[in-house]
């Protein structure tokens, strides 16, 4: 599909400096664009590296002017044009409404007639499905699922009975809500099962990444907040709440009936203890254990975690101490004194 640089800069609420219809086919980074591309810079550096391409636009943010007669698309910040024009030049592929041949659905099931239905799909009694919605192939819906408008489930995933979606939620391939929560109590030497009769509760905007897991609730729901965002391989365990505009990235553990605010940031590999409260526009850095309640707007580094500059301030003073030991024996000799162990 072709676009002129008008369309481009109409799309992003930008103007454009220099022959608004040159036409435009695709986007590409610099060094791999060609005539008829558009390419995009956030700064001075990948500005001059975009001159020197063969794009024919660049989109910036700032006040740059091409030298070399390259049309220029400006808007207010350059990365969020990157993301909304990606998707003019390469949107999502459009399925037609219906059920495929092969799906299994329940009698008792809801189904909006704009709703696609792929292969293989299970759909169970009850469950309800908003027009709009898409289930690749393979897809479960348990019993008394409830799927809001919009909403994308990619192949393989898997919702049990009572998950709740809201509108226009994205589920990637392999991902598992609704499944039991880690629940046991030791009874005559044996661990006995406490059963899981919560659900999970998903808002809108939500996207859940490859092979996430999402507990339900022992009693009540587990919660994802609105606008939150989840990466691959996560595990948030039973009666977690995370509120809204979070993001939470690869290999996250979250304990059972953790409480997270808005806007929190969970970086790689970050591992939450149980019953913990997580205060809004908290950052926890990556591979970081964190034991204990943060308050709102703190970042956290460690394990245990604690604030980031006080954890940075102990790993430089880690690193002197090689330097700090060999000094205090140096004046050991010479003061006389006899070391009672030798590092």
């Not at 059963?195 to 009540?220: F, K, M, S």
């Not at 969970?266 to 526009?281: C, D, M, P, S, V």
Request: charged share 15%; with cysteine; hydrophobic share 45%.
């Amino acid at each position: 599909m072709t676009f002129s640089a008008a369309d481009v800069a109409k799309h992003l609420q930008g103007e454009v400096v220099g022959d608004a219809q040159t036409q435009l086919k695709s986007f590409a980074p610099a060094d791999l664009a060609q005539p008829g591309d558009l390419t995009f810079a956030e700064n001075d550096e990948f500005f001059t590296r975009a001159e020197q391409s063969a794009a024919s636009a660049i989109i910036v943010g700032g006040a740059q002017t091409s030298a070399s007669g390259k049309v220029i698309i400006r808007v207010a910040h350059a990365r969020v044009a990157f993301a909304k024009v990606l998707a003019l030049f390469f949107p999502e592929p459009v399925l037609p409404a219906g059920i495929h041949p092969s799906a299994v659905v329940a009698r008792t099931a809801r189904i909006d007639m704009g709703a696609y239905i792929g292969p293989n799909c299970v759909i169970g009694e009850r469950a309800q499905i908003a027009g709009g919605v898409i289930l690749h192939a393979g897809n479960y819906v348990g019993e008394d699922c409830k799927i809001g408008a919009a909403c994308v489930l990619f192949p393989n995933a898997t919702l049990y009975a009572r998950t709740e979606l809201g509108q226009r939620v994205r589920v990637h391939a392999g991902a598992v809500i609704g499944s039991d929560g880690f629940g046991y109590v030791l009874d005559a030497g044996a661990h006995r099962k406490v059963p899981q009769i919560g659900n999970v509760i998903v808002g809108d905007d939500v996207e859940i990444g490859a092979n996430v897991a999402i507990d339900r609730g022992a009693l009540g729901p587990t919660v994802i907040g609105k606008g939150s965002k989840i990466d691959n391989l996560v595990q948030i365990a039973h009666n977690v709440r995370i509120g809204e505009h979070c993001i939470v990235i690869s290999q996250v553990g979250i304990a059972g009936s953790t409480k997270l605010g808005n806007y929190v940031i969970l970086a790689g590999q970050a591992g939450l203890a149980g019953h913990l409260q997580i205060g809004n526009k908290v950052t926890v850095a990556a591979q970081s254990g964190v034991m204990h309640n943060i308050p709102d707007g703190q970042t956290v580094l460690g394990t245990p975690a604690q604030p980031d500059k006080q954890t940075k301030r102990q790993l430089l003073a880690l690193q002197r101490l090689p330097d700090l030991l060999r000094r205090v024996r140096t004046l050991e000799k010479k003061l006389g004194i006899a070391a009672e162990s030798e590092l």
